[in-house]
């Protein structure tokens, strides 16, 4: 274990917090997936679940070992580069997507020869999110004008979010909200910040008025959006809000201990109590103690990320631990607001913790990436401490030089001056 621990680098309170929500999400998507297992294959064999979230999490795991192990520079070039790739894939998603679980939104594209499903907006936001600290970190070198950062940054920032927005509203509005964020942290005059906000405002308000008017080309996407604006505010019962009314009832029944491990009763009612709602399960079995512990892990975490771009020497080191690490923590966030219903229903799962494939692989690439960001002012303080051992050990060497060198010169003088040396007695 020792011999593990030592292999991995970087902040280790982020390793420790990771490897926590991983281990503990076992009992949660174990316990919920049992609704899957019956209405899904009518076997009720949960342990299938099990093993599969158990292969999600092995792989996360070597994806971060693997991807903290490579120079956090390397990045900066790759988002330019991969992000046209990802274009090409948010266009096919888009037009050939496939549609899981009755989505009426082509969200995934299927990997040939694998079978896996793979939601390419995951990809996309984390590359969008390199690139916008790459941009950021160029412009402490040269003035920003808004008709330069017009094209060299915002039409990336519109063309990457306006491919995810048709199919999926909230996840790209949840880009470009972090996308602001990263900008702000990062500098970027505030007047121009709300010149593109209002930009975007009107292209979302004409892709709006363009799908009523063809209602055809993106079939039922506004009635989708209108129908959940509409449910989290409206009070009066409705067949719609179903998944919100179930996830407050399992958090209801949970009180301050939770029903206990395994015993949620909601699960068995709940759509995607195993992702979407994984949090309402978590609070029905642990309760209040088990829901706020939660939430107190991922603050941590967030702390820790702003430790690490603090410690961080380089600008592009520090925007990239924010530009990856705080959409982990919002997300985290949305969810958990979501489940309580402080949020409308959005889709966003929590990471770390909810089942799935690709989502939990592109967190573990963000979590990657800024390891490798801890790591290298890990390898920088080793060096420093190397260095001062060298200078220590080799002062101890010249002491002990100039020491010998002192001892040698006395013990000359006084074999020169002994008072009973036959030959000064004759001189004398």
């Not at 039409?155 to 927005?165: A, R, S």
Request: hydrophobic residues 50%.
């Amino acid at each position: 274990m020792k011999q593990l621990i030592s292999r991995l680098h970087g902040d280790k309170v982020i390793w420790a917090l990771v490897v926590f929500l991983a281990v503990f999400s076992f009992m949660p998507v174990f316990s919920a997936s049992s609704n899957l297992a019956y209405t899904r294959h009518g076997s009720g064999n949960v342990l299938t679940y099990l093993v599969k979230h158990a292969l999600h999490i092995t792989v996360g795991f070597f994806i971060i070992y693997k991807v903290h192990k490579v120079p956090f520079h390397y990045f900066r070039r790759l988002s330019l580069i991969i992000l046209p790739i990802v274009w090409v894939l948010l266009l096919y998603t888009l037009i050939r997507g496939n549609v899981i679980e009755g989505a009426n939104a082509s969200r995934w594209i299927q990997i040939p020869f694998i079978g896996i499903s793979f939601q390419t907006s995951a990809l996309a936001a984390i590359v969008l999110y390199v690139f916008v600290a790459r941009y950021l970190t160029k412009t402490r070198e040269t003035p920003v004008t808004f008709k330069n950062s017009l094209f060299e940054l915002w039409l990336y920032v519109f063309i990457t979010v306006g491919l995810i927005f048709p199919a999926n509203f909230s996840t790209a509005a949840l880009i470009f909200l972090m996308v602001l964020m990263i900008v702000f942290i990062g500098k970027y005059p505030f007047k121009y910040i709300a010149m593109i906000l209002g930009l975007a405002v009107a292209a979302a308000s004409f892709f709006i008025l363009l799908v009523v008017a063809f209602p055809k080309a993106f079939p039922n996407r506004v009635d989708t959006w209108k129908s959940r604006v509409e449910n989290f505010t409206s009070d009066k019962p409705n067949e719609n809000n179903y998944q919100i009314d179930n996830a407050k009832m399992a958090i209801a029944s949970g009180r301050i201990y939770g029903l206990g491990p395994g015993k949620s009763v909601q699960k068995n009612f709940l759509p995607q109590s195993s992702s979407d709602f994984i949090y309402a399960i978590i609070v029905e079995e642990y309760g209040l103690i088990g829901g706020l512990s939660i939430l107190f892990l991922y603050v941590l975490l967030l702390f820790r990320f702003v430790v690490a771009s603090h410690k961080a020497t380089t600008l592009f080191g520090k925007l990239l631990v924010i530009s990856l690490g705080f959409p982990i923590v919002f997300q985290a966030m949305i969810n958990m607001a979501v489940a309580v219903e402080l949020l409308p229903v959005t889709g966003q799962t929590l990471p770390l913790v909810s089942s799935g494939g690709t989502s939990l692989w592109m967190t573990c690439i963000a979590i990657g990436i800024i390891l490798s960001v801890t790591k290298k002012e890990e390898e920088i303080a080793q060096e420093e401490a190397d260095k001062k051992r060298r200078d220590e050990a080799l002062q101890r060497l010249i002491d002990q030089q100039i020491l010998a060198e002192e001892e040698a010169e006395r013990a000359q003088n006084d074999g020169n001056d002994e008072p009973n040396n036959p030959l000064n007695t004759v001189m004398n």
